[in-house]
């Protein structure tokens, strides 16, 4: 079974499908053992969460005080502060442009980290491909 989510025009599969789907055996036997020990993955997980909120999947969920979460439609046209139905979408959408900028940025800072680490000598690590490390310096 496929979850249908209109709001994104897309669908995601069920853990069965994605066990039948899956081209690599070994995740279906993995999968299997784990369920046999008792051990829950994200796909239990995922299941557990549908159907999920259509003001979520819209952008119009708005959680950014704790005045909220608000949800933006036709009973409630704004925000208990007064966001309307773009300020909400823009916002949500610059949060989690944020969010994931500060997440990304910490991989940077690690790589940075290591190659300098690297060619200060105080990493056993081989630095393959100089274009590379100028790349990322660049
Ligand atoms: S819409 Fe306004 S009041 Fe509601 S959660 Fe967002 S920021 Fe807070």
């Given at each position: 079974m496929k979850y249908r989510y209109p709001q994104l025009n897309a669908?995601?599969?069920?853990?069965?499908?994605?066990l039948k789907l899956t081209p690599?055996?070994?995740?279906?036997?993995?999968?299997?053992?784990?369920?046999?020990?008792?051990?829950?993955?994200?796909?239990?997980?995922?299941?557990a969460q549908q159907p999920l909120?259509?003001?979520?999947?819209?952008?119009?969920?708005?959680?950014?005080c704790l005045w909220g979460p608000c949800r933006i439609g036709p009973r409630a046209?704004?925000?208990?502060?007064?966001?309307?139905?773009?300020?909400?979408?823009?916002?949500?959408l610059l949060r989690g442009m944020a969010a994931g900028c500060a997440a990304h940025g910490r991989h940077a800072q690690e790589v940075i980290e290591t190659v300098i680490g690297a060619a200060e000598g105080r990493i056993d690590f081989p630095i393959l491909g100089e274009e590379r490390v100028l790349d990322l310096a660049r």
């Open positions: 669908e995601m599969p069920c853990k069965e499908d994605v690599n055996p070994a995740v279906g036997e993995l999968v299997q053992r784990l369920a046999e020990e008792g051990v829950e993955t994200y796909l239990d997980r995922f299941d909120c259509g003001f979520g999947l819209s952008g119009l969920c708005c959680q950014r046209l704004r925000g208990t502060c007064g966001a309307d139905v773009n300020l909400v979408i823009i916002g949500n």
